[in-house]
């Protein structure tokens, strides 16, 4: 079953499941147990939200909260996020023609803020396809593991 992750959401599911979404400077996060085959992925768009959420308020948009969501589905399952191995996408840069330091994009903060999260975590990243121009859509295949990775340049980069 093929499952869709609009910006701000996540999915816990088992060998059944392909999980796609499409990134720009949003980042994609995929933990997927080996032995189990059963995975989790998100689509956040904020590294954090700048304040601490409230007791029951996580979302999914903000990178910290969108994996502490993942980490408590598949707890729930059962699974032992030490076992996992994640995988890191997204974080482009939509916008190439505007003058911007490369540090300061939104993509920039969030692909950094996505190690740092799974670092925190002791969760080792596995690979990972971060930054440069333009978007990404991605598909997660839970039975193997493998996720597939096309990345589109923007329309002001693509030739005539």
């Known amino acids: 079953m093929d499952v869709f992750l609009q910006p701000g959401e996540y999915f816990v599911g088992d060998d059944t499941m392909r999980l796609r ?68 996408f997204g974080g482009g840069n939509m916008f190439p023609t505007r003058p911007r330091p490369a540090m300061d994009s939104v993509g920039t903060r969030n692909g950094h803020a996505a190690r740092q999260l799974l670092a925190g975590r002791g969760i080792g990243v596995r690979s990972e396809h971060l930054f440069g121009d333009g978007h990404r859509q991605v598909v997660f295949d839970v039975a193997s593991g493998a996720v597939w990775v096309r990345q589109v340049p923007p329309a002001a980069l693509r030739q005539p």
């Open 21 to 88: 979404t499409m990134l720009g400077s949003c980042v994609a996060i995929t933990l997927w147990h080996p032995a189990r085959r059963i995975g989790a992925m998100s689509h956040f768009l904020l590294a954090d939200r700048g304040r601490p959420a409230r007791p029951g308020e996580l979302d999914g948009r903000y990178g910290d909260e969108a994996l502490e969501l993942m980490v408590r589905g598949l707890r729930r399952q059962r699974v032992s996020i030490a076992e996992c191995e994640a995988k890191i």
